[in-house]
């Protein structure tokens, strides 16, 4: 069995000499490149990555590291970051790569103009007032959606870094072009947002969770996968000013590992249950049986992320319910897709039956009046916008089961 090949480009800029702030001042970090260095040994040690460092020296005895005060002509530039970029998502036919992970400490900017936003990763010639920025996080997005590495990561440690998870444009999800990519996308805060350093420490903010969340020692069963550094994240820096943003899409991927790649085969959580329903439906609490349908699920919360009204349609016993329960609801519940959708108001799904709006009605709860449904569906109705409305700052989740039955009936009775 050959060994996968996993390679990342880890990227500390602190020198910034042309891009000045108020003062005409340069913009220099100190933080970044020893932000890279740390996640580059970490990723050699534990991950099995052959890692590309950028600036990068070499110390005595031949040993690389990021370079943290680079000399003019060692600075990473526009072209230069782009390519090494290209190289590690668009790898070579004869040698292609299993895995590929793209981490970035420094400056990042946000473009605004006639309404439209741009995200860029600052390189050492950014300088804005000369229209130079930097790597558009716009083409990165357009280059993952092409890319043929099956598991791809990218880790942004800069300010504006949540422009990427911006997938109106672009979406990077697991559907495209009918490719399954397995994805884990994290960026240090959200598009508007300034990322910030420790103010005791000596990392980045987001760097820092990595670093404690990537440690597989600190793990029972010695790995660490792209689902536990979300949930891990989410939790740790719950309380900064700066909330990360994470995107995970299709299987789990496997960072950093101690065991020598020995997994366990048999979840624990398994033992003593069957994994077939017969003729049921998985519910949430059947989801750790569920398999199958993760690329449907990811499609199903891509859809979610952007739209407010979805519909699962298919042959009867085809797996909708299943779907719509183990799948995108337990995936949503759990929080390790999408960033905060733990944090969601959730209905539990329900049926529409024989009486859709007494049915809906309970399902809701005292959100509504109870009314004589058959006689008063405008009162209803209206009732209904209201309770719209009054949680229209909340991302509220409400699934309805055999909604076409509910469609059909309502088409019958025109109402």
């Avoid at 733990?342 to 039956?353: I, L, S």
Wanted: hydrophobic share 35%.
């Amino acid at each position: 069995m050959t060994e996968p090949r996993r390679e990342a480009l880890v990227v500390g800029i602190n020198r910034y000499p042309v891009l000045r702030d108020e003062k005409r001042q340069p913009q220099h970090l100190k933080k970044p490149a020893v932000d890279a260095e740390v996640i580059a040994q970490t990723l050699e040690k534990f991950g099995n990555f052959k890692v590309q460092r950028l600036p990068e020296m070499y110390h005595e005895g031949g040993k690389r590291g990021v370079d943290a005060n680079p000399e003019p002509r060692n600075l990473v530039t526009v072209s230069a970051l782009e390519a090494a970029i290209a190289r590690l998502f668009h790898p070579a036919k004869h040698s292609p790569l299993d895995t590929a992970l793209l981490f970035f400490a420094g400056h990042g900017l946000r473009k605004e103009q006639g309404g439209v936003t741009e995200g860029f990763l600052a390189t050492s010639d950014a300088n804005p007032q000369n229209g130079k920025w930097g790597v558009s996080l716009r083409w990165l997005r357009e280059l993952l959606q092409n890319s043929p590495v099956p598991q791809q990561i990218v880790w942004l440690d800069c300010c504006h870094s949540g422009e990427l998870l911006n997938f109106d444009e672009v979406d990077p999800g697991t559907g495209n072009l009918g490719k399954a990519r397995d994805r884990c996308l994290i960026s240090a805060c959200r598009d508007f947002e300034m990322s910030i350093e420790q103010l005791q420490g000596e990392h980045g903010i987001l760097t820092a969770a990595l670093l404690q969340s990537l440690n597989p020692e600190s793990y029972v069963d010695g790995w660490v996968t792209n689902y536990k550094l979300a949930e891990f994240i989410n939790k740790q820096m719950s309380a900064e000013s700066q909330r990360p943003i994470f995107h995970n899409s299709g299987g789990a991927i496997i960072l950093t590992d101690i065991t020598g790649g020995v997994q366990r085969q048999v979840d624990q959580a398994l033992v003593g249950k069957c994994p077939y329903k017969s003729l049921n439906y998985f519910t949430q609490d059947d989801a750790i049986l569920f398999h199958g349908r993760t690329v449907l699920t990811d499609e199903l919360i891509d859809k979610v992320r952007t739209e407010n009204f979805i519909a699962v349609l298919g042959a009867s016993g085809s797996g909708k319910s299943s779907v719509l329960r183990a799948g995108l609801l337990y995936q949503l519940k759990r929080g390790q897709k999408i960033s905060g959708s733990d944090r969601w108001k959730y209905y539990e799904p329900f049926t529409p039956g024989e009486h859709p709006f007494e049915s809906l009605q309970n399902a809701i709860g005292g959100s509504l009046l109870n009314l004589s449904l058959e006689n008063e569906v405008d009162r209803w109705v209206e009732q209904f916008k209201q309770f719209i409305a009054s949680v229209e700052h909340e991302r509220v989740v409400l699934v309805v089961d055999q909604f076409e039955e509910c469609f059909t009936m309502c088409q019958d009775s025109k109402e």
